[in-house]
């Protein structure tokens, strides 16, 4: 998942839809995030490259909301809801995730797993 | 008959004076004391032992004590000295001695000023051995005593019983029992070689103190401090084989001879013994020669033990006051046990009063032992003496004394203190400007209101100065107030910038001396741009730059910073540049003085000159340590003085110096190369000039000729390359032709050192980011992966290029604190005692201040975590150059999550 800057990125991803909880005043999702261009990325243990700025899932509560939908740990999040996700601060992120008018979120996602998948298809 | 006269080389020294005596075997004392004696080295001390030997050989007056004439004593004197041996080999301090002179000579050591901002080394001044050297000629004591010899007869020693006789007081000796100082000489350089000369009390016994040191006779010959050494000698805490008797000072043998009778009622009060006394002597004197006998058996006198010196100190007689002090001096050379010993026993403060006493004898040995107490690993003598006022009676005595050995003494006293960082304010406060008056700008030659026909004078290079400008460096390192207060004292920076044109001028550049003012400098001039009264309205205005051309590139976090300002900087120094060209620099309108001195353009011609001529390691990091702070900061005389650099044909100097063996050099070079090149020119030169030595510094393990640096130095290296081929392609391709990609990837994938790991990578990174040199490196057979290593994960990079928070104060500025605080602790204070070595006590520790820069910019606060590098970037002071880089990254804050 190392980009080159200049270069659109590729990647291959799974689309999941995330139904918020609806908890008391809040919607939650059930997951944490971390990254964004203004953390270290040097930090983050699921990137491969470890000057990938982008949001990565780094938790994800049992039984919630994102773990039904399929979200796994280490995710790195593309997308959401048709937003960028790999060039945003960590505060963005978090926003976009949690608008409170929106109850349902669409991520774009992908993993190393999914890319190894893909290629061993390919060569089969 | 004495047998023991074997011992008494010396008396054969002696013979001379004494006619009586018998020819001494010279078969050295160093008998049974053996060991001890031996050391003499001092056979002039055996002289003087000697003389003491014929003491006893003295016939017996018709009291029974050995008559007083000129002989006599000496007869006396071989008792005692006999006595001396016998007593206690320990006694016989001889040995020590010697080295105590020479201790106490030196102990200049310096202190290393060094604090962060340059890191210092702690380096021992020696000048003491210097000096050394002719205190052990004074040892020859011997000699000296036989003139003592012919006061003491004078005097009327003999009655007093009680009487230390200090041979000085011959006068008054009056039945006093006066302690036996023990050599109170000051010698305090000489402490080791007279006294040791023979411990063994003269053997009275009773008040076997042995005569006190002869004020007189000591003050008119060094040796007599040795002398009286040898009294004192007897080290109290030999134990004193005699019963207690008052110690013996050897020197006192001399006079002891005479004194034998008084000794004996003598001073040794408290441990006099009435059949010690002089009967007992007499007995001695009268059976047979005291020598071995008496001695072995009966020392009749012994060293004063350190209470009885402490308490001597506060003795209404004047000479024992100071034969204390001296003895005392002597007794703490090199030996921590004793000094912290004094300290309990609240000596210090009696020997801070005793710096106000009227008399010079008095003060000066005061000072000596105060000095050689300072001295030391140990702080907490340091502590006991600001505590009871010490730094400012130091202050005061500068100022009312005239005598050099006096002034020398306090100054190195204060550059022992200085090395303790807790002390540094403090003596700012009490003594900087007295220290600058009396000391620096006399020495210097800078005139206030030069008198335009004179020529301009030349420095002196004393000891004085030595010493205080070794305390100054120290001082100068205690951080921004410090330097503050440093640079608004009226006429400190003109002083030693006069002294240094001065050096430069008489080709002696590799001084202490002109160590220690460099030092100074270099800490002055560290962020300077940041802290002296008016600096903001030469700021330029990078920030903003910076944050329009931040965004666009990760770079390391501390580049990030200085990347942002730099590339800002670089256009806008660009453009300054030709504008400086022909720009003049800010209308003055009257000359520059003061502080404001630190940053004309002139004084890099001084800086270059001296890294041109000096050879000395620690002056060279030095001056490259003041560029460094110069060119650092986003100010316009920062820019001036990056000009100036090139201008004065400073950059070949500069990459000349990257060869240097020196670790330290090579990496204030490399910094000040670095933030020199944060002019666009300057780059552009340096990237041509400088690749090739800077890659030449970089380790290799094939090359077997590659240097073995440190790994800061390294990391400095790297970071610099690092800056050099940033917005500069031309640069990186001529990095690329120095064959330096080899070296990089094998640093960035093998080296142990984290550090370099990531400075390395990160300048791969950059190189690769130029995507017109792919090709290139692809020819030569790298790809990708050699450059993008999953490791070296941008420091943090500055994040959104709003952080232009960034604090300069990184890296690429001179944070070097090293520079600056190097100064300064690291030094050790100069100590008397210590040897040409002097080891130093307080090392600078100022190096290793860190300064963290909390530039935090604003970014989001909750993402600290992630964020460290760029605001938090820890200063390293220490001696290395910080490179901000590698230790941004260290510290790893946590990784911030939220939850959503």
Same mark, same amino acid.
């Given at each position: ?124 | ?7 008494m080389?010396e008396e054969?020294v002696t013979?001379?004076e ?11 004392v ?7 004696r031996?050391t003499e080295t001092k056979v002039t001390k055996m002289v003087k032992t000697v003389t003491t030997r014929t003491v ?17 004593p000496m007869?006396s004197y071989t008792?005692s000295i006999?006595?001396r ?6 006694r016989y301090i001889t040995?020590q001695a010697s080295?105590t002179l020479?201790?106490s ?30 205190n052990y000629g004074s040892l020859s004591r011997g000699v000296n005593y036989r003139p003592r010899y012919a006061y003491v007869?004078?005097?009327?020693y ?6 230390f006789t200090l041979p000085s007081r011959r ?9 036996q100082v023990p050599v109170g000489s000051n010698v305090d350089l000489n402490r080791s070689q007279p006294e040791r000369f023979q411990p063994e009390p003269y ?5 076997n103190r042995s005569l006190g040191v002869d004020d007189e006779g000591y003050e008119l010959d060094p040796d007599y401090s040795t002398v009286n050494r040898r009294t004192s000698a007897g080290v ?11 110690y013996d000072d050897p020197i006192e043998t001399e006079m002891v001879e005479e004194r034998?009778?008084?000794l ?37 006198w012994?060293d ?15 000479p024992?006051?100071s034969n204390a002090?001296a003895y005392?001096q002597h007794?703490?050379? =090199? ?26 004898e008095?003060?000066?040995k ?173 700021? =330029? ?106 201008? =004065? ?252």
């Amino acid at each position: 998942m190392s980009y080159v800057p200049g270069q659109p990125v590729t990647a291959v991803v799974q689309r999941i839809e995330i139904h918020k909880l609806r908890q008391g005043d809040n919607l939650i999702l059930g997951f944490s995030i971390g990254g964004g261009i203004d953390q270290d990325p040097a930090q983050n243990p699921f990137s491969e490259d470890k000057t990938d700025k982008g949001i990565y899932v780094t938790r994800v509560t049992e039984g919630g909301p994102a773990e039904v939908a399929g979200l796994q740990i280490g995710d790195k999040i593309m997308q959401v809801n048709g937003w960028d996700m790999t060039m945003v601060t960590h505060d963005q992120a978090r926003k976009r995730l949690t608008k409170r008018n929106e109850e349902v979120v669409r991520l774009l996602v992908t993993r190393q797993s999914l890319q190894k998948a893909v290629q061993q298809s390919m060569m089969s | 008959m004495m047998q023991e006269p074997q011992e008494m080389v010396e008396e054969t020294v002696t013979v001379e004076e004494d006619p009586g005596t018998p020819t001494s075997h010279v078969s050295i004392v160093t008998s049974e004391d053996g060991t001890t004696r031996r050391t003499e080295t001092k056979v002039t001390k055996m002289v003087k032992t000697v003389t003491t030997r014929t003491v006893r050989q003295v016939p017996l007056g018709p009291d029974g004590l050995p008559s007083m004439d000129g002989s006599s004593p000496m007869g006396s004197y071989t008792d005692s000295i006999d006595r001396r041996y016998m007593k206690n080999g320990e006694r016989y301090i001889t040995p020590q001695a010697s080295s105590t002179l020479t201790r106490s000579y030196n102990s200049y050591n310096d202190s290393y000023p060094d604090s962060h901002e340059g890191q210092y080394r702690p380096y021992i001044g020696h000048d003491g051995y210097g000096d050394l050297a002719d205190n052990y000629g004074s040892l020859s004591r011997g000699v000296n005593y036989r003139p003592r010899y012919a006061y003491v007869p004078g005097n009327s020693y003999r009655p007093e019983d009680g009487s230390f006789t200090l041979p000085s007081r011959r006068d008054n000796y009056g039945p006093i029992a006066q302690p036996q100082v023990p050599v109170g000489s000051n010698v305090d350089l000489n402490r080791s070689q007279p006294e040791r000369f023979q411990p063994e009390p003269y053997g009275l016994e009773d008040d076997n103190r042995s005569l006190g040191v002869d004020d007189e006779g000591y003050e008119l010959d060094p040796d007599y401090s040795t002398v009286n050494r040898r009294t004192s000698a007897g080290v109290p805490e030999r134990g004193r084989p005699h019963k207690g008797r008052g110690y013996d000072d050897p020197i006192e043998t001399e006079m002891v001879e005479e004194r034998i009778p008084y000794l004996h009622g003598g001073y040794a009060a408290p441990l006099a013994q009435p059949e010690r006394g002089s009967m007992a002597s007499i007995d001695r004197l009268g059976k047979r020669s005291p020598s071995i006998d008496s001695i072995r058996k009966d020392p009749r006198w012994r060293d004063p033990d350190l209470p009885e010196v402490i308490a001597m100190l506060s003795h209404p007689i004047d000479p024992v006051k100071s034969n204390a002090a001296a003895y005392l001096q002597h007794l703490c050379y =090199e030996n921590d046990k004793i000094k912290k010993d004094v300290r309990h026993l609240k000596g210090i403060p009696i020997l801070v009063g005793l710096l106000d006493h009227p008399k010079p004898e008095v003060h000066r040995k005061a000072c000596g032992a105060l000095r050689n107490i300072s001295y030391g690993k140990d702080n907490e003598n340091k502590v006991a003496i600001k505590n009871c006022d010490g730094i400012p009676a130091l202050i005061r005595l500068l100022r009312k004394t005239n005598d050099m050995e006096v002034r020398e003494l306090i100054t190195g006293t204060l550059w022992n203190l200085s090395s303790y960082e807790p002390l540094k304010m403090v003596i700012i406060n009490h003594g900087l400007q007295t220290l600058t008056n009396e000391v620096i700008i006399p020495h210097s030659g800078w005139e206030s209101e030069p008198n335009e026909d004179s020529k301009p004078r030349d420095a002196e290079w004393t000891t004085v100065f030595k010493n205080t400008s070794g305390c100054l460096r120290n001082v100068s390192s205690d951080g921004a107030e410090a330097r503050r207060r440093l640079r608004e004292c009226d006429g400190l920076v003109d002083a030693l910038l006069h002294a240094l044109q001065s050096a430069v001028g008489k080709k002696d550049t590799d001084n202490k001396s002109v160590e220690n003012c460099v030092c100074i400098m270099r800490n002055l001039s560290y962020h300077v741009h940041k802290e002296v009264p008016g600096a903001d309205k030469y700021q =330029e205005l990078d920030a903003s730059q910076t944050m329009s051309t931040g965004g666009s590139q990760k770079k390391k976090k501390d580049d990030a910073g200085c990347f942002g300002g730099k590339k800002a900087k670089g256009k806008k120094n660009g453009d300054l540049d030709r504008n400086f060209d022909t720009l003049d620099l800010p209308k003055r309108s009257e000359t520059a003085k003061g502080f404001e001195l630190l940053y004309q353009p002139d004084v890099v011609r001084l800086y270059l000159s001296i890294l041109t001529e000096s050879q000395n390691f620690n002056t060279l990091e030095a001056a490259a340590g003041a560029l460094q702070n110069l060119s650092a900061g986003n100010w316009t005389w920062s820019t001036y003085i990056r000009a100036t650099v090139r201008k =004065e044909r400073g950059l070949p100097v500069l990459v000349e110096l990257l060869q240097s063996d020196s670790d330290k050099v090579v990496r204030a070079v490399s910094i000040a190369l670095r933030n020199l090149s944060m002019d666009r020119r300057n780059k552009d030169l340096i990237g041509s000039y400088a690749m090739g030595e800077l890659v030449r510094n970089l380790p290799s393990r094939q090359q077997r000729s590659s240097k073995n640096l440190e790994e800061d130095t390294v990391v400095a290296v790297l970071n610099t390359i690092h800056e050099i081929i940033t917005d500069s392609s031309e640069n990186a391709r001529s990095l690329i032709q120095t064959q330096g990609i080899q070296k990089l990837v094998a640093i960035s994938k093998s080296s142990q050192s984290p550090r370099e790991t990531k400075a390395a990578s990160h300048v791969l990174q950059m190189i690769w980011s130029y995507k017109e040199l792919r090709n290139a490196l692809q020819k030569d057979g790298w790809n990708k992966s050699h450059f993008q290593s999953v490791s070296a994960a941008p420091k943090g990079s500055k994040g959104t290029a709003g952080r232009s928070g960034y604090d300069d104060s990184t890296l690429p500025l001179v944070d070097k604190s090293q520079d600056n605080e190097k100064s300064g602790s690291r030094d050790m204070i100069p100590m008397d005692e210590l040897g040409p070595d002097g080891y130093s006590t307080i090392d600078h520790r100022d190096k290793e201040r860190k300064y963290k820069t909390s530039d935090n910019t604003g970014d989001a606060s909750e993402k600290e975590p992630l964020k460290n590098d760029t605001n938090r970037k820890n200063i390293n002071r220490s001696n290395r150059a910080s490179v901000n880089l590698v230790d941004a990254r260290d510290i790893k804050p946590q990784p911030v999550d939220s939850w959503v």
